[in-house]
C-alpha cells in the first residue's frame, strides 16, 4: 500500500509540475504585454519601469526559473499587477470559501443523488423511478449558471427565501461566532443547492442501477434468501455494492465540480477563486490568473489523489495493479 | 438592531416571476422553504424579519475591490480614487463643472491658494483646524512628504510624470506650503493639487522602496482626514467605512457606516439591488438599469463619464489613406440604431473625442448622418467600385476587406460590431470583427500595425489630444491611426502652451471640425455611466469624477 501511495504521490507532483509550466509558457509565449498602458495619459516610461519591477525585462527561461523557484521554494506566485499584494495571500483569502462552496455542494450532491438513486431503486420501472431518471437528466442537462440565474431570481429577488448574493450579510464581522456561522449558512444553502445540482442527477442514476444490478447477483440473492428485509438489502449492501463507483464519481466530479464553482461564485457573488480570478481576468492580472490555475489543478489532482486511495482502500484489486 | 432587508416581500416584475407565484403547487413547496429560511433569518438577525431600516448605514455594491489605501502604489481607477478620497483628503477637489468650462477648484485641506506674480510660486495656506484620525495636525510636511512619493522612482507612481513641472514643495511653515514650477501651464493646479495629501507620521516610518512590496501595510496604519475612515476590511468582500470624529466639517458625514460589497459581477450586483441587499450600486450595465426602471423603490441614474467608444482606421493602410472614404464609412455607419438596440438609450451618438457634455465640445459639431446612399456614392468618388462582382468593392485591384479588431471582454462592443459589420456589408466593405486578448491586442495598436480598432477612451480635465491626435504620439504613443496633420499638431501645442484654458476654446472647436472632417477615428457613441440606488436616498450625485462623489452628504430620508 505504501509503494502504491508513493507512486500515486510522485504521478501527482509530476502532473503539478507539467500544469505550472504549461500554464507559463501559455502566458509567456502568448504574443503581447501585460504591462502596455492601456490609458493614453500614462507615459510609456512608467511601464519599462514596472517591467522592471516585476523581472519581466529578463529573458523568458530566467522567468521561468525565477517564477518556478519563488513557487517551489517559499510558495511565492509573485505580485498582483493590479493590486500589488502577494498573489499567494489574495489566493489564500479566496481559498476556504470556494473550498466551503465546494464541499457543501459535494455534499449536497451525494445526499440528493444517493437519496433519490435509492427512492427509483425501489420500484424500478414505477412512475416514481422514471420521475427520477427524468428528472437526473433534466438537471444534469441545464448548465449551472443558468439554474443558478433562475435560483436567484425566483428565490431571491422574488421570494426573498434565502440572500440573493454573498458569503455573508454587510458588516457581518460584528456578529458573534455562532451567529457569523448561521449568517454564512444562511448564505451557503442556495448556491450549494445549485451546484450540487447538476452531479445529483448523475449520482442518481449510478445508484439506481448499481443497486438494482445488486439484487441481480449471488450476494443479493442470498441476502434475500436469508431473509433480510428489502430496505436492508438495498441500503446497507446495495449501496455498499454501489460505493466503489460512487467514489470513482467523485474523483471525475471533483473538477467539474471546481469548475462549476468558478460560475456559481459569479452568479451568487460568491467571494472565492472563481470571482478572485475573473476580477483578475477582467484587469489582465497574470500573476493571479496563473495562480488560480495553478491551485485550481492542485485542487482537482487533490480530489483525484484522495478518491485513487480511498478506492485503493475499499477494492484491493487496484492496489495489485 | 440590524437590519435583514433581503427577508422583505418586494413587488414581482418579469412576468416569469407572475407565472411562478400564481403556481399553487410550486408556491406551496416553496413556503417550507421560506420558513426555514425565514427563520434562519430571524435568528441571525436576532430581530423581527422587517425590521425597520437602520438610517445610520448605507451598502454600496462595487465590482472592485479596493486593494489598499496608497493610490500610489495601484493603478489609476476612478473606482479607487472615488473610494480614497472618502478618508485621505487632496489640496483641492476638482468640481464637476466640466460641462460650463475649465475646471473650478473647491478647497479641501487647503483654506487658500494664491499664485506669485510670474506664476512660478504657488502658496497654499492648509485649513486650520485640519486633523488625522489619530489627532495629529494636517501639516506642510504632510503635503511635502506626499511630493516626494509621488516623484520617488521606487514608488513608480504611474502619473509621477504629472509632477515633472514642479521643481520643489517647500514647507514655509506648520501650515504654509509653496509649490515651485519649473514653467507655467494652464494645468498647474492639476498638477498639485488632486492627489491625496498623505501622512508623513504615519506613512513615512516605511521606507518608499518597500511601499510596492507590502499595500496590505497601509491598511494596518489607516490614518484618515476625511469624512470616513476604515472600520474594517475583509479582503475580497468587503471594506467598512464609519465616520472619522476628527473631520473638520463637524456635521459630516451624515451616515454613520459605509459598507462597501465586492461582485465580479456587474448582473449580481443588480440582482442584489433589486432583492434588497444593497443600497447603491455603480457602474452597471444597460440591461440591467432597465431591469431596475421599472421599481418605483429604486432609481437608475445615468450621468456622463467623459468617455468614448470609436474606431481608429489605421491610415498607413491603404484602404483608410484617404479622408474620404473614411468620411464614407462615418456615412455607413448606423450610430443611433447601436444607442438605441445595444445601449438601450443609455448612450449618445458620438462626433467628437471632446464628449457632449464637456465646455469644449464644439457646439455646432452635428454627427455625420447614416446615409447608406451617400456612402455609395461617396466610395465610388473615391475610386472604389465592385468591378469583379461578387459584392465587396475594390479599388487598384484590391479589396476593401479589413480586419475590425476590439479588446475581448466587452460583451456591449462586441455586439455593436455586428451591427457595424453589416452596416459596412451593405454597402461593399466586407468587415471581419475580430476579438484579441488586450495584452495581445495593445502592442499592436501602440505600433499601428492593425487594420482598424475599436476602443474607448475617456478625456480628463485637461482635454489635452496630444497623447491621440499628435503625430509625435505615432509609434508606441496612442495615435494608433498614424494620423499626422500639421495642423492638429500646431493647434494642440498652442493649446497646450495657454495659461488660460478658456482662451483656447476656439482653437479646440477648430481642432473638433478637422478631426470631424479627416476622420481618423469614427466616434461611435459616448456611453453613459449608471448607477442604481434606493429611492429613499438623498443626495445622491455621482459624477465623472467620482461614483461616490459628495458621499459625506448622501444621507436616508
Known amino acids: 500500500m505504501i509503494r502504491f501511495v508513493l507512486r500515486r504521490l510522485l504521478a501527482a507532483a509530476v502532473l503539478f509540475l507539467i500544469v505550472l509550466t504549461l500554464a507559463f509558457a501559455a502566458v509567456a509565449l502568448a504574443p503581447g504585454d501585460p504591462l502596455a498602458p492601456s490609458d493614453p495619459r500614462i507615459p510609456p516610461e512608467q511601464a519599462e519601469r514596472l517591467r522592471a519591477l516585476y523581472g519581466l525585462d529578463q529573458p523568458v527561461p530566467v522567468q521561468y526559473v525565477r517564477w518556478l523557484g519563488a513557487v517551489g521554494l517559499r510558495w511565492d506566485w509573485g505580485q498582483s499587477y493590479r493590486t500589488g499584494q502577494p498573489v499567494a495571500d489574495v489566493l489564500f483569502e479566496a481559498l476556504p470559501p470556494t473550498l466551503l462552496l465546494a464541499g457543501a455542494a459535494l455534499l449536497a450532491q451525494y445526499l440528493l443523488g444517493i437519496g433519490l438513486g435509492l427512492l427509483a431503486a425501489f420500484r424500478p420501472n414505477s412512475w416514481l423511478d422514471l420521475g427520477v431518471r427524468v428528472a437526473s437528466l433534466v438537471v444534469y442537462a441545464l448548465p449551472t449558471f443558468w439554474v443558478g440565474l433562475m435560483a436567484v431570481l425566483v428565490l431571491a429577488v422574488g421570494l426573498g427565501v434565502a440572500p440573493a448574493g454573498g458569503m455573508t450579510s454587510a458588516a457581518a464581522f460584528e456578529l458573534g461566532p455562532a451567529a457569523a456561522a448561521l449568517d454564512v449558512l444562511a448564505h451557503l444553502w442556495l448556491p450549494a443547492l445549485v451546484l450540487g445540482l447538476s452531479m445529483a442527477g448523475d449520482i442518481a442514476r449510478y445508484t439506481r442501477t448499481s443497486v438494482i444490478e445488486f439484487q441481480a447477483t449471488e450476494a443479493g440473492r442470498a441476502a434475500r434468501a436469508r431473509g433480510l428485509s428489502e430496505s436492508r438489502i438495498l441500503l446497507v449492501h446495495g449501496l455498499a455494492h454501489a460505493a466503489p463507483r460512487l467514489l470513482q464519481l467523485a474523483s471525475v466530479s471533483a473538477p467539474l465540480l471546481l469548475s462549476g464553482a468558478v460560475v456559481a461564485e459569479v452568479v451568487f457573488a460568491w467571494p472565492g477563486l472563481g470571482s478572485a480570478t475573473l476580477l483578475a481576468i477582467q484587469s489582465r492580472d497574470i500573476p493571479v490568473v496563473l495562480a488560480a490555475t495553478a491551485y485550481g489543478a492542485v485542487l482537482v489532482i487533490a480530489a483525484s489523489l484522495a478518491a485513487d486511495l480511498l478506492l485503493a482502500r475499499l477494492d484491493p484489486r487496484i492496489r495489485a495493479e | ?557
Not at chain 2, 265 to 276: P, S
Not at chain 2, 295 to 304: F, Q, T
Not at chain 2, 435 to 461: K, S
Not at chain 2, 527 to 543: I, K, M, W
Open chain 2, 1 to 557: 438592531m440590524r437590519r435583514r432587508r433581503w427577508r422583505r416581500s418586494l413587488p414581482i416584475q418579469s412576468h416569469t416571476l407572475e407565472r411562478y407565484k400564481t403556481d399553487a403547487v410550486y408556491d406551496d413547496s416553496v413556503l417550507a422553504l421560506r420558513l426555514g429560511a425565514g427563520l434562519a433569518a430571524a435568528l441571525v438577525a436576532g430581530c423581527a424579519p422587517d425590521a425597520p431600516r437602520d438610517t445610520t448605514r448605507l451598502t454600496v455594491g462595487m465590482r472592485f475591490e479596493y486593494p489598499t489605501p496608497n493610490e500610489l502604489i495601484v493603478p489609476p481607477t476612478l473606482g479607487h480614487k472615488a473610494i480614497t478620497s472618502q478618508f485621505l483628503l487632496p489640496l483641492m477637489d476638482e468640481e464637476p463643472d466640466y460641462r460650463e468650462g475649465p475646471p473650478s477648484w473647491n478647497p479641501a485641506l487647503a483654506e487658500t491658494w494664491e499664485f506669485s506674480e510670474d506664476r512660478l510660486a504657488l502658496t497654499v495656506r492648509l485649513r486650520a483646524g485640519a486633523r488625522w484620525s489619530d489627532g495629529q495636525p494636517v501639516t506642510a510636511d504632510d503635503v511635502r512628504f506626499s511630493w516626494q512619493a509621488q516623484t520617488d522612482p521606487d514608488v513608480a507612481w504611474t502619473f509621477a510624470t504629472a509632477k515633472e513641472a514642479i521643481a520643489d514643495v517647500e514647507a514655509v511653515d506648520e501650515r504654509t506650503v509653496r509649490f515651485r514650477f519649473s514653467r507655467a501651464s494652464p494645468t498647474q493646479l492639476a498638477d498639485a493639487a488632486p492627489e491625496a495629501v498623505l501622512p508623513r507620521h504615519a506613512w513615512g516610518e516605511r521606507p518608499f522602496g518597500e511601499w510596492r512590496s507590502d499595500p496590505g501595510w497601509f491598511f494596518e496604519n489607516p490614518v484618515a482626514s476625511g469624512p470616513f475612515l476604515i472600520e474594517n476590511r475583509t479582503p475580497g468582500r468587503e471594506l467598512v467605512l464609519g465616520r472619522n470624529p476628527e473631520y473638520f466639517e463637524a456635521d459630516l458625514p451624515r451616515l454613520d457606516r459605509v459598507v462597501l460589497r465586492t461582485a465580479a459581477d456587474g448582473a449580481a450586483l443588480a440582482t442584489q439591488l433589486l432583492a434588497g441587499e444593497l443600497d447603491v450600486v455603480t457602474g452597471i450595465g444597460a440591461a440591467d438599469a432597465e431591469r431596475i426602471e421599472g421599481r418605483p423603490d429604486l432609481r437608475v441614474h445615468a450621468y456622463s463619464s467623459r468617455q468614448y467608444t470609436f474606431v481608429s482606421w489605421n491610415t498607413g493602410r491603404p484602404q483608410f489613406e484617404d479622408a474620404a472614404t473614411r468620411r464614407a464609412l462615418a456615412l455607413a455607419v448606423d450610430r443611433q440604431a447601436i444607442v438605441d438596440t445595444v445601449w438601450r438609450g443609455y448612450a449618445r451618438a458620438g462626433s467628437s473625442p471632446i464628449p457632449s457634455d464637456v465646455w469644449a465640445r464644439d457646439p455646432e459639431l452635428e454627427p455625420w448622418r447614416h446615409d447608406r446612399e451617400a456612402a455609395r456614392a461617396a466610395l465610388a468618388e473615391a475610386g472604389w467600385s465592385d468591378g469583379d462582382g461578387d459584392g465587396v468593392l475594390e479599388r487598384g485591384g484590391k479589396p476593401f476587406s479589413f480586419e475590425l479588431a476590439t479588446f475581448a471582454g466587452a460583451a456591449a462592443r462586441w455586439d455593436a460590431m455586428q451591427m457595424i459589420q453589416a452596416d459596412l456589408r451593405a454597402v461593399g466593405i466586407d468587415a471581419q470583427p475580430r476579438r484579441f486578448d488586450p495584452n495581445a491586442l495593445l502592442p499592436r495598436l501602440l505600433g499601428n500595425d492593425f487594420d482598424a480598432a475599436v476602443a474607448g477612451f475617456a478625456i480628463d480635465t485637461s482635454l489635452d489630444l496630444r497623447p491621440t491626435f499628435h503625430s509625435e504620439s505615432i509609434g508606441g504613443g496612442h495615435n494608433w491611426a498614424a494620423y499626422a496633420n500639421p495642423e492638429v499638431d500646431a493647434l494642440i501645442e498652442s493649446v497646450a502652451g495657454r495659461l488660460d484654458p478658456q482662451a483656447s476654446l476656439e482653437d479646440l472647436h477648430r481642432l473638433q471640425r478637422i478631426l470631424h472632417d479627416d476622420q481618423p477615428m469614427l466616434v461611435l457613441w459616448e456611453p453613459l455611466s449608471l448607477a442604481a440606488f434606493d429611492a429613499e436616498l438623498e443626495s445622491v450625485t455621482p459624477n465623472a469624477l467620482s461614483p461616490l462623489a459628495n458621499l459625506e452628504e448622501w444621507a436616508w430620508r
